[in-house]
């Protein structure tokens, strides 16, 4: 093994290359066989008129991407769940990295282990039921608006049920485990010396915190981000049950056209729309991103 | 000052567990009361619970779940770290296109990719099956892990292992005695969610799973037409106290957050 | 304090343990799931908690002939028919509603059944068993089991007078309390009698989309079955919504919510549901025997009366019921059938213009 150190660059270089092999083949064929290739599948029938299945003759058409220019409510519809994204991503972060602060710096111990684990907790829980219970308390004359009237009698009832706020909340609740626990794990990483070092140089708390500790947790915020934004744009199921008549979203739409009307085609369409969609904001993102990086790698 | 931000920040985590508890409660709640259609106000019965005893099916299906969800997250917690460990500590040419593939797995509704998984599976002979259901858990499951273990992974840098290179440390000792325990709340972190996407994974199970084979959120949600009954609370009741139990057992018997 | 070692070897222990963990677990689970399946087993597909899975009717049926039954379920007659593409050879009995047989027919997922064998076939009334959404080419590939009413009810609490006219839906009154099921057949058919049109081919799609729209200020939530209609109601959330005339009848009797269905003047969506038998069945024998079974009087009047359910195909079997029957004396009301527009087959096309508009009467009500 310590033949490596004298060995000639070329050695090393191929040696770097298996290790690369070795520790990205296998998840990455995994993915390609089970996800990949079938989607590719996928692709190929988006340009289709119809699945080509049951002896069905499918001709090449363009029209299920067209369609999405054309047929102005899918436009709609995609501003709206991508509204849906934003709200919800930036709400996790508000509330979610504060909570990550506390965990990671201001709570010693075995408590944060287990309060750390009572984060994940929700996750285990099934989304559907989770849901249910939103509803038991935010319709009117649910608990929450119970609580209210006891508390102050006389208010008008709670009208929050079946609209987007709903809707919000329980993608908010839902979602913000995820970036709780990405900023945890970003900020427990960052030495403690290097905020008390800060601080015997004279920095205030307010600069510490900008300058240290934010760019530091980046990594954190940002997985927090992706793995918030890019499923609620395309959920449904909480939109559906929360949202009532306003509870239409992308996702929907999509759905619809494997459980309710046979149109594999236009529902692959729609789902690489969402995904050029997801890759573009990215790629418009990419330089602010790569400047806030830097610094760390 | 510091004191004064400490507890703030600390009442703050309080009020934030309330918040991601309080549907929980309520799940909790419900299933204690004896309207099956969810009727307040509450009547105390746990008729519920006694009704789960006897309820095959869902009892089944949750073993289902549990184990299909241990087994999707060792396969997937190990192929994620290995594949984030790449991406962190190497450059290599094609880097950017595999971080790009790992987004179709969390953007395409998995409705899609269930369909075509089932088209594929059928076309080349594998069919449905509990192999199938595992390939499929798996593949979702790897971009979250990636994801989590890089973030951990990017915020650490390569410094102490570039130290221990110039201490003569080998790439094995090297990953092993640092790389490893540095990882490890990224990896725990991204176990758990992979147990997360597993266990509450409904289309995919819908679609690949063997007829006959269900699995809890499979039950559950189809359960929606014919009725949703507190059953339901009271098995996710159940699941909810031993998971918080194994948790809290768990936490008391492995330090993972650093000495500090 | 324990080092870093300490951790790195219990890292890889636990890491070792829960992959042979897993990997047992999940042998032992195969095998438990393998051992399960037989030969004499008769695999049914259906809605869940639509009568073929009654419990009593199983082990009644399996004590008879040996047959067990095993259930896969859908939740959408799309699935329905995914799941016989993409399931060859798997299924024997399948739910197939009367509006689809004439296409699962035409795409060879279901065979034609040899009524000479089905000791109830004669009791079957005429209209629906020979009806040509179930006979094609001469042959039999549905057999007509279960009938109903797609209409609307009300929350008999809230709501003192009987309405009579569709247009119920849209009156003001009931502004922000209407409840309606998210289906863009069922909608455009709403639409459609509420215009005056043929539910099966409206002339005028604009008119029904103007319609639908006008639903903005009446509308609170969709629902999309039976379970979420009755939470809706007991919850307030709607006192008046589009509804099935079954599923009415057990939200009364089973659930014993104030509940009354109307079918009003303009007239309401008729549909019949049939048991086919998929192609390539690998219980041939034990199929015939189940859907014989299923159309009995012997099975239906005891899921009637204990559970509930749509109106029987079968003359015989509905006069068996008690009298004061939900399916006796509101399905059996004179001048009923005259009121109904059965659902007719619809072809791909049609079904994918239909669901644009809802989808965007949706997009639209969601403002």
Redesign the interface.
């Known amino acids: 093994?310590?033949a490596?150190r004298h060995s000639a660059s070329g050695s090393a270089a191929s040696r770097?290359?298996w290790?690369?092999i070795?520790?990205?083949g296998?998840?990455?064929l995994?993915?390609a066989?089970?996800?990949?290739?079938?989607?590719s599948?996928?692709l190929y029938f988006s340009f289709l008129t119809v699945a080509p299945?049951g002896a069905r003759v499918a001709e090449p058409t363009l029209g299920n991407y067209l369609d999405y220019f054309r047929k102005g409510f899918y436009l709609t519809l995609t501003g709206r769940s991508l509204w849906l994204g934003v709200w919800v991503t930036v709400l996790c972060l508000l509330?979610?990295f504060?909570?990550a602060?506390?965990?990671a710096k201001?709570?010693?111990g075995?408590w944060?282990?287990?309060?750390?684990?009572?984060?994940?907790?929700?996750?285990?829980?099934?989304?559907?039921?989770?849901?249910?219970?939103?509803t038991?308390?935010l319709r009117s004359d649910g608990?929450l608006d119970n609580a209210l009237q006891a508390v102050f009698p006389g208010l008008p009832h709670l009208d929050i049920m079946f609209t987007f706020t709903a809707v919000v909340i329980g993608l908010v609740?839902s979602f913000?485990?995820?970036m709780?626990?990405?900023c945890?794990?970003?900020l427990?990483?960052?030495d403690?010396s290097l905020l008390e070092a800060a601080r015997s140089l004279g920095a205030a708390?307010p600069t510490v915190f900008r300058r240290i500790v934010l760019p530091?947790?980046m990594?954190?915020i940002?997985?927090g981000t992706?793995?918030i934004f890019?499923?609620v744009i395309?959920s449904?199921m909480e939109p559906r049950i929360l949202g009532g008549r306003g509870g239409f979203m992308l996702?929907n739409v999509?759905?619809d056209q494997?459980?309710v009307v046979f149109n594999?085609p236009l529902?692959?369409a729609l789902?690489?729309i969402?995904?050029a969609i997801?890759?573009l904001i990215?790629a418009a993102f990419y330089p602010l991103l790569r400047r806030n990086?830097q610094g760390?790698? | 000052?510091?004191r004064l931000?400490?507890t703030a920040?600390?009442v703050?985590?309080a009020v934030?567990?309330a918040?991601?508890?309080?549907?929980?409660a309520?799940?909790v709640l419900?299933a204690f009361n004896q309207s099956?259609?969810?009727?307040?106000p509450m009547v105390w019965d746990t008729v519920w619970f006694e009704k789960l005893v006897d309820n095959d099916r869902l009892l089944t299906a949750a073993a289902?779940s549990i184990?299909?969800a241990?087994?999707?997250?060792?396969?997937a917690t190990?192929?994620?770290t290995?594949?984030a460990?790449?991406?962190a500590r190497?450059q290599?040419r094609g880097k950017t296109l595999?971080q790009?593939?790992?987004?179709?797995?969390?953007?395409?509704?998995w409705?899609?990719?269930g369909?075509?998984?089932?088209?594929?599976f059928?076309w080349i002979g594998i069919?449905?099956g509990?192999h199938s259901l595992?390939?499929?858990h798996?593949?979702?499951s790897?971009p979250?892990v990636?994801?989590?273990v890089?973030?951990?992974l990017?915020?650490?840098?390569?410094v102490y292992e570039e130290a221990a290179a110039t201490l003569?440390a080998?790439?094995?000792q090297r990953f092993?005695?640092i790389s490893?325990?540095?990882m490890?709340?990224?990896?725990i972190?991204a176990a758990?969610?992979a147990?997360?996407v597993s266990?509450?994974q409904f289309v995919i199970s819908y679609f690949l799973a063997?007829?006959?084979?269900t699995t809890?959120?499979v039950e559950?949600?189809?359960?929606?037409?014919?009725?949703?009954t507190p059953e339901?609370?009271a098995i996710?009741s159940i699941?909810?106290f031993v998971?918080?139990g194994l948790?809290?057992v768990?936490?008391?018997l492995?330090?993972?957050?650093?000495?500090? | 304090?324990?080092s870093?070692?300490d951790?790195?070897g219990?890292?890889?222990r636990n890491?070792a343990r829960?992959?042979v963990?897993?990997?047992l677990?999940?042998a032992?689970?195969?095998m438990g799931?393998a051992g399960?399946?037989s030969a004499k087993d008769l695999?049914v597909l259906n809605?869940?908690?639509y009568g073929t899975d009654e419990a009593w009717a199983t082990k009644l049926f399996e004590e008879r002939t040996g047959c067990k039954v095993?259930?896969?379920?859908f939740?959408s007659e799309e699935e329905m028919l995914?799941k016989l593409r993409?399931?060859?050879g798997?299924?024997d009995v399948v739910l197939i509603n009367s509006a689809f047989t004439q296409a699962a027919a035409k795409e060879q997922l279901i065979q034609a059944i040899d009524t000479s064998k089905l000791t109830n076939w004669k009791d079957l009334n005429p209209k629906l068993r020979d009806s040509t959404y179930l006979n094609t080419g001469g042959k039999t590939y549905g057999l007509s089991w279960v009938w109903g009413v797609t209409s609307f009810a009300y929350n008999t609490d809230d709501i003192k007078t009987k309405p009579e006219s569709v247009q119920a839906l849209w009156d003001p009154a009931y502004a922000g309390k209407v409840g309606w099921r998210d289906d863009p057949v069922e909608a455009v058919a709403f639409g459609a009698i509420a215009t005056g049109q043929d539910p099966n081919n409206p002339a005028d799609l604009d008119k029904v989309k103007q319609k639908l729209l006008a639903l903005k200020p009446q509308l609170k939530t969709f629902w999309s079955?039976?379970?979420?209609w009755?939470?809706h109601l007991?919850?307030g959330d709607f006192e008046i919504a589009t509804y099935w005339s079954g599923s009415a009848a057990r939200s009364k009797k089973a659930?014993k919510l104030p509940v009354e269905f109307v079918i009003p003047k303009e007239g309401a969506i008729g549909w019949f549901d049939g048991l086919s038998i998929a192609a390539n069945a690998p219980n041939l024998d034990c199929a015939l025997k189940f859907i014989d079974f299923m159309v009995s009087p012997e099975f239906y009047v005891k899921w009637d009366t204990t559970v509930g359910a749509p109106a029987s195909a079968n003359d015989k079997a509905n006069a068996a019921l008690p009298a004061d029957a939900f399916n006796r004396v509101v399905m059996g009301q004179p001048g009923l059938q005259e009121r109904l527009f059965y659902m007719a087959p619809l072809t791909d096309d049609q079904r994918k213009q239909f669901t644009e508009l809802w989808e965007s009467v949706k997009t639209e009500l969601g403002k």
């Open positions: 093994m310590s490596s770097r290359r290790a690369v070795g520790l990205t296998p998840a990455y995994w993915l066989f089970t996800v990949l290739l079938p989607l599948a996928m299945i509330l979610g504060p909570a602060l506390a965990l201001y709570v010693k075995r944060r282990e287990a309060l750390f684990l009572l984060v994940v907790l929700p996750f285990w829980s099934n989304a559907l039921v989770r849901t249910f219970s939103w038991m308390v608990m609740h913000l485990p995820y709780i626990l990405t945890y794990i970003s427990q990483a960052i403690d708390g530091l947790s990594p954190g940002l997985a992706i793995l890019v499923p395309g449904f996702g999509i759905e494997f459980t594999w529902g692959a789902s690489f969402l995904l997801v890759l990215l990086l760390l790698a | 000052m510091t931000w400490g920040l600390r703050y985590l934030t567990l918040f991601l508890y309080l549907p929980i309520v799940m419900m099956p259609l969810y009727k307040l289902h184990v299909l241990l087994a999707n997250t060792a396969v190990a192929l994620g290995m594949a460990f790449a991406f190497y290599f595999l790009i593939l790992l987004f179709p797995p969390i953007t395409i509704p409705l899609i990719i369909t075509s998984m089932l088209v594929l059928f069919g449905r509990l595992l390939l499929g798996v593949a979702l790897i979250y990636v994801v989590v890089g973030a951990r990017k915020t650490f840098g390569p003569g080998t790439p094995w092993w005695r490893a325990p540095l490890a709340p990224g990896v972190a758990l969610f147990f997360a266990f509450d063997p007829p006959g084979w809890l959120p559950i949600y189809s359960s929606i037409r014919k009725g949703f339901i609370n996710s699941i909810i998971s918080m948790m809290l768990f936490a008391r492995y330090r993972f957050g650093g000495e500090r | 304090m324990r870093n070692s951790w790195r219990s890292t890889r890491f829960y992959l963990l897993g990997g677990a999940l032992a689970g195969s799931a399960a399946a695999h809605w869940q908690g095993v259930h896969d379920y939740n995914t993409t399931n060859p798997t299924y079955s039976e379970d979420e009755n939470k007991q919850g659930f």
